[in-house]
């Protein structure tokens, strides 16, 4: 019946899709609300699922496909679904319920998606004029509201999160605006102003870009003339961080609709202990070890097909996966083989130190006419290598490419970078098309 | 040199010896009074035994450049003077050396990568004048390797962020037919085989720019092709007397080495001036072959341009087009297109009308060796876990590594007595 309220966080109101917020604001002549009782919901616990864009729009935002790896976002279920916490009863049930499986959504598909690499919050969008006071606009939650906006099928049937986030931005204010407009209608009837104080301990991972938040200042002040009425629920999603819009999951680019096939990825480990490599060389049959030609042991593994190169230092390089997921995994088998010889073996700072990808564009190119306009970045010598090298900028990729059309893309350490250096390059290659 | 004495004039202890001319003095740092002096003058019996100093040993000028640099730059001058560069070349390859010189990465580099900079400076001056030097010429010169050559090139220019021009082929065309001796009769040269340079020279600049146009040169190295193109050049000047002579005794009686791609070039110019013939009504009646084609090759080069607009098909359209017809086809789009097509020529009955072929490179046109399929797209999170017994079967059993170093030591063993009774 009634949602047990987290002591975590305490004596936050915070909503199921909290705005931006600053830790140190307390927005709101209300003390902090005292514990609020959580609506009770008829609906039984709904099943964590990832979250799908057919969901129906929530006050205009619907579940964004990606959300935060926020530790402390499961904390975030336990809050009362904003508007209704003043009237129990009021707030539209479908609505709460809808929040909170959003936010189950999100919670469950953090699991399910890669860490972001990005800082946790970006440009966010303080959807509470309120909130505005706060010297620090939150970021972070624009991310969301980009993920949000994609989904609302009212707003905007374009999948915006491949975009960059000023791109998105307009449209993310936009749906802000519309949404608070709604916002105010349904809740009308709420008499009392519903402030939305500032969880005081937001997660320190919260970075805090005042520049695009002050950019959406503008956008929410005429918006919200009626400034009573808070919209404590933008609707938006969660949370807190967000996974980079560029890194797609599923990439497939719109323009050139051809994706860069990963060839190999060259990962490092730290083992954290000190090897024997000789002990290694005679206990595993996988193993070759000639110190004379190479000071590492080198072992393979048939699955994933990769080859390691230990070294008595207790670092290892991994190569030869043709995913990340499939050299981490190696990775840890290999420290298991190490495990398993009597050392003890770590895992600490895994990282993928370069990625190559290749791909066709099935024309042929005439790199002559490619040397020309793109001196700078480009380096054509036919006595020594058949292939041009372009050496774009950002993102720093070197890319190989050859009059067949066959592109070699390397130098990535992230799989976002290759796709967008293979986007980057395609109109530029089109361009060249004919001889 | 300090406790020495004292400069009269200002009393400094700072003083230098120094040589000027051949005569030496004792100066002073601080205020320059030369405080002793040499003999200046000599007896006429000592002047026998003097010798003169050159100017640029007295000057001091070398004494700030390491000799290692001085050699360097000696190379790079020699180099310049052995190609017949013009003089100003020379400034310039010795202006980029010693810049190259100041970095870091250079000074320390070993001595043969010094060598082959002084080369790498010629060839970025002569690319920069539009001078055709190949890295193939400066490689022989410098007795180095091409792998050790192109290292260091690439590093000079990434270095020095020098932009370098790609090899002007007209230039290097001319250059290299000048090369040829066949312009003259000798006792190895007969007078059937001697040709005129200026329509040797216009033939083959003709079938390079032919080359050219039908992606022959693109990512190729550019001499074979020119190699391939003086050959035929010559052979259709007169080919009555030329046809039997091969390339590669053409080659030996020109004096020229003969690169290695060379024939493939020659097989790819010849296939494409037979696409060509075909569309020239009065050929189309001779059925050409790769021998008897060279006879019309100044007729097929007097309308190349025309000929090769209908010849080939546009390759680039083509492909768009055969990808929607022939999606999922393993075999090179080029292959289904040829005999898709339709000929637009009207050819006696009985005879299989030529589809124009596609204009695209070679590499393009091949079937592709093997056919890679698609990897499967295989949802590994990196996290699963890991079993004992896929661990195990790479450990080896204690049995084993008994085994393994038994037979280790036997090994030893043998290797410690070479000649086993």
């Known amino acids: 019946m009634g949602w047990v309220r987290s002591s975590a966080t305490p004596s936050l109101v915070h909503h199921l899709f909290p705005p931006a917020i600053c830790g140190s604001v307390d927005v709101g002549d209300q003390a902090r609300p005292p514990a609020r009782p959580l609506v009770p919901c008829s609906q039984p616990w709904p099943r964590p699922r990832l979250a799908t864009s057919s969901r129906g729009p929530i006050n205009g935002f619907c579940a964004p496909h990606a959300w935060p790896t926020q530790p402390q976002l499961h904390s975030l279920w336990l809050f009362p679904p904003f508007p209704t916490s003043q009237l129990p009863t009021v707030s539209p049930p479908p609505m709460e319920e809808t929040y909170l499986e959003l936010y189950l959504d999100q919670c469950s598909s953090q699991d399910a998606l890669t860490p972001s690499r990005s800082p946790l919050l970006s440009p966010a969008v303080p959807y509470d004029v309120d909130m505005l006071t706060s010297s620090n606009p939150e970021t972070a939650f624009n991310p969301q509201l980009e993920e949000v906006t994609e989904a609302s099928g009212s707003f905007s049937a374009v999948d915006l999160s491949f975009l960059p986030d000023e791109l998105s931005q307009e449209n993310k204010d936009q749906t802000v605006i519309r949404s608070k407009h709604e916002v105010e209608e349904n809740c009308k009837t709420q008499s009392r102003q519903i402030r939305l104080p500032l969880p005081s301990q937001l997660d320190a991972g919260l970075a805090l870009n005042s520049s695009s938040g002050s950019g959406s200042h503008s956008h929410l002040h005429p918006a919200d003339g009626n400034s009573a009425q808070p919209s404590p629920e933008k609707p938006h999603s969660m949370p807190l961080a967000s996974i980079t819009p560029m890194t797609p999951m599923a990439p497939i680019s719109e323009c050139s609709g051809i994706v860069p096939q990963l060839q190999n990825i060259v990962s490092t480990v730290n083992l954290a202990c000190k090897l024997d490599l000789k002990k290694i060389a005679l206990h595993a049959k996988n193993a070759e070890y000639n110190p004379k030609r190479f000071a590492a042991v080198i072992m393979r593994i048939r699955e994933p097909r990769t080859t390691a190169l230990i070294f008595s230092s207790g670092k290892m390089v991994c190569t030869g996966a043709k995913s990340e997921e499939q050299s981490r995994l190696a990775a840890r088998k290999y420290a298991r083989v190490v495990q398993k010889l009597g050392f003890p073996a770590r895992f600490l700072d895994f990282t993928i130190q370069n990625m190559v990808a290749s791909c066709d564009v099935r024309f042929p190119i005439s790199l002559e006419g490619l040397v020309l306009t793109h001196q700078q970045f480009s380096s054509y010598e036919p006595e020594l290598f058949p292939g041009l090298i372009y050496r774009m900028v950002k993102p720093r990729i070197v890319l190989l490419i050859f009059v067949s059309g066959k592109v070699v893309l390397t130098g990535a350490k992230k799989r976002s970078d290759i796709y967008e250096a293979f986007e980057n390059i395609y109109p530029i290659l089109k361009g060249f098309k004919k001889a | ?421």
């Open chain 2, 1 to 421: 040199m300090p406790g020495r004495g004292r400069c009269p004039d200002c009393g400094s202890a700072e003083l230098v010896e120094d040589s000027h001319y051949s005569q030496n003095q004792l100066v002073c740092s601080d205020c320059g009074c030369v405080v002793t002096e040499g003999i200046l003058t000599t007896t006429f019996s000592d002047e026998g035994n003097l010798r003169e100093v050159t100017y640029s040993r007295s000057t001091g000028e070398n004494e700030q450049v390491s000799r290692s640099q001085q050699r360097g730059l000696r190379r790079v001058r020699d180099l310049c003077r052995v190609l017949q560069l013009p003089p100003t070349f020379e400034d310039t390859a010795v202006a980029y050396y010693q810049q190259a010189h100041q970095l870091a990465g250079i000074r320390t580099a070993r001595l043969q990568k010094k060598e082959v900079l002084a080369g790498c400076c010629v060839l970025i001056t002569c690319r920069q004048r539009n001078w055709p030097l190949t890295m193939g010429t400066i490689c022989t010169l410098l007795y180095a390797d091409l792998d050790v050559f192109s290292g260091t090139y690439m590093q000079i220019v990434k270095l020095l962020g020098l932009d370098v021009p790609s090899l002007c082929l007209v230039d290097l065309v001319k250059t290299y037919c000048s090369s040829f001796k066949l312009f003259e009769a000798s006792p190895s040269v007969p007078a059937k085989y001697v040709e005129d340079k200026e329509k040797m020279l216009s033939r083959t600049l003709q079938l390079v720019e032919l080359a050219d146009e039908t992606w022959l040169v693109t990512g190729r190295h550019p001499l074979p092709v020119i190699t391939a193109a003086t050959f035929l050049a010559w052979q259709s000047l007169r080919p009555s007397d030329r046809l039997t002579c091969s390339l590669a005794r053409f080659c030996k009686l020109a004096n020229v080495d003969l690169p290695y791609p060379a024939s493939s070039r020659l097989q790819e110019l010849l296939a494409v001036l037979l696409r060509m013939a075909e569309q020239l009504a009065w050929l189309q009646v001779l059925k050409l072959d790769k021998r008897s084609v060279v006879k019309h090759i100044g007729d097929l080069l007097q309308h190349r341009h025309m000929l090769v607009r209908k010849a080939f098909r546009d390759g680039t359209a083509e492909i768009d087009a055969g990808e929607k017809e022939l999606q999922g086809q393993g075999q090179g789009q080029a292959l289904g297109d040829e005999d898709v097509g339709s000929s637009s020529l009207e050819l006696p009955a009985g005879k299989r009308p030529s589809s124009p072929a596609l204009l695209l490179p070679p590499c393009m046109l091949k079937p592709p060796k093997r056919v890679c399929p698609a990897p499967p797209v295989s949802m590994v999170t990196g996290d699963e876990d890991i079993s004992d017994s896929e661990i195990e079967q790479y450990l080896r059993t204690p049995q084993e590594v008994r085994d393994f170093q038994k037979a280790q030591a036997a090994r030893q063993a043998a290797q410690g007595t070479p000649n086993p009774p």
